[in-house]
């Protein structure tokens, strides 16, 4: 059993950033991905970024390309969204999730476990 607990979110003006915490239970943090993924109400989730076991390889969304940077800390269990530049279209509840494999991967499918989320609100 895993349990993701996301932090970090808020309100935030347009051009401004936050930086998103995603803490895991369990001593097993470095032995899979990590992801991170938004839904905007009346949108389907998406994935915005990917993060292998180790953190050498990393994917984006291309909304977010060159704006957010994933990363992880396996000696503190928490992998992190750093979110620079944010755009009113960033807003979404944002959720961190763990992944079945240990290199990256962009389905939803192979992700087994979820945070809670945590709402990420910019303003124009």
């Known amino acids: 059993q895993v349990q993701l607990v996301e932090s970090g979110g808020g309100l935030v003006q347009a051009g401004g950033s936050l930086r998103l915490s995603c803490a895991a239970s369990?001593?097993?943090?470095?032995?899979?991905?990590m992801g991170w993924f938004r839904q905007a109400p009346g949108k389907e989730r998406e994935l915005v970024a990917t993060?292998?076991?180790?953190?050498?390889?990393?994917l984006y969304a291309d909304s977010v390309k060159g704006r957010f940077t994933i990363s992880r800390d396996n000696a503190k269990n928490t992998a992190y969204l750093q979110m620079n530049s944010l755009k009113p279209e960033d807003t979404a509840v944002y959720h961190c999730?763990?992944?079945?494999?240990?290199?990256?991967?962009?389905?939803?499918?192979?992700?087994?476990?979820w945070g809670q989320g945590t709402q990420v609100t910019v303003s124009s």
């Open positions: 999730a763990k992944s079945t494999r240990v290199v990256i991967t962009t389905r939803a499918l192979d992700y087994d476990y």
């Open positions: 369990g001593r097993t943090f470095s032995t899979y991905a």
């Open positions: 993060i292998s076991r180790g953190g050498g390889s990393t």
